[in-house]
């Protein structure tokens, strides 16, 4: 059986990829020290025999006995009202937590994919974002702590790989939504579903014409899965080309949920990326893949799961 250490175990993400290791027949080794995940997520395969868990930091040294096939590096905060709220923990794991696990996997011959995100790419000037862009992000404003860690995450796991010849992957994961997220967690969906529910209004920043492309988390955690079983070394977009202004977006959850709630504008947060979209030319080529659950479906299957966390 072989044995994968998955970070960010009892995140939103990590949560799911547990779920994909284990229905693959691996031996999944869990671990998070829950400051923004939830036990909630991966309570179900605490009974399994092929599933263990640490509470631990993995910005400080990382010890897991045995052997390791594989590391799947997601611990990190990801929302913005997160990161802004822990910023140096946001950093630490993004640089000293991924100098760990590149340490830890290199001890163990294992290979090792990090999760980097479209922030690389800060607010673009480039659409949609390829690869080969090498963004344009602000430092010093209130994201540099998550895009500086993440940026400094992809220079050391590239380091690694060109030094010391370890097996690595990137991938560079464009917003995401499905099952688990957190309802509080400040990003659009869980905001606009969470506020929909309660007969809250929408809060939309900014004039809302700023546009995201959401990929649902199934589709994520099957590229993931491949691009870790692939050679390729350099990062590799994975997301959901599918553009929408975020105004249309609240729209959209508004109709789903059949509610009568009303959009209202707030200020928008400083350095909003303007504009988002993936070019998946890359994942398509490489990897075979694309993604398969359009928005609509995959609205209602999240709409579902919230409306259980909610009681509604
Ligand atoms: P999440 O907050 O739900 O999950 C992150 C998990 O990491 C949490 O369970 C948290 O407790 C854990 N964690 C944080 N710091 C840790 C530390 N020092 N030691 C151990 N565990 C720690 O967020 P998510 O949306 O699941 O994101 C997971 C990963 O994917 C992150 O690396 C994030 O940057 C990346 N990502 C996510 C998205 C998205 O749309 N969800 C987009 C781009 C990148
Ligand atoms: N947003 C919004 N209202 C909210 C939360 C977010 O209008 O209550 C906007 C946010 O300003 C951004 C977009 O929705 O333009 C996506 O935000 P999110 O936090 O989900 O992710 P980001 O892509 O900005 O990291």
Known sequence: MKRVLITGAAGFLGSHLCDKFIDNGYHVIGMDNLITGNLDNIEHLFKLKQFEFYHHDVSKFVHVPGELDYIVHFASP??????????????????????????????????????????????PDVHPQKEEYWGNVNSVGPRGVYDEAKRFQE???????????????????????GPRMRLDDGRALPAFMSQALM??????????????????????????????LSDYALPVNIGNPSEITIKEFAEEIIKLT???????????????????????????????????????????????????KLGK
């Open 78 to 123: 990801a929302s913005p009202i997160d990161y802004l709220k822990i910023p140096i923990q946001t950093l630490k794991v993004g640089s000293l937590g991924t100098h760990n696990l590149l340490g830890l996997a290199r001890a163990k011959s294992a290979r090792i994919i990090v999760a980097s995100t479209s922030e690389v790419y800060g607010d």
């Open 155 to 177: 220079a050391i796991t590239m380091a690694y790989h060109t030094y010391h010849g370890l097996e690595t992957r990137m991938v560079r994961i464009f917003n995401t939504y």
């Open 199 to 228: 007969g809250e209004d929408l809060t939309v920043f900014g004039d809302g014409s700023q546009t995201r492309s959401f990929c649902y988390v199934d589709d994520l955690v099957e590229g993931i899965y491949r691009l870790l």
């Open 258 to 308: 059949g509610t009568d709630n009303k959009v209202v504008y707030k200020d928008l947060p400083k350095d909003d990326p303007k504009q988002r979209c993936p070019d998946i030319t890359k994942a398509k080529e490489i990897l075979g893949w694309e993604p398969k659950v359009d928005r609509s479906e995959g609205l209602k299957r999240t709409y579902e799961y919230f409306k259980n």
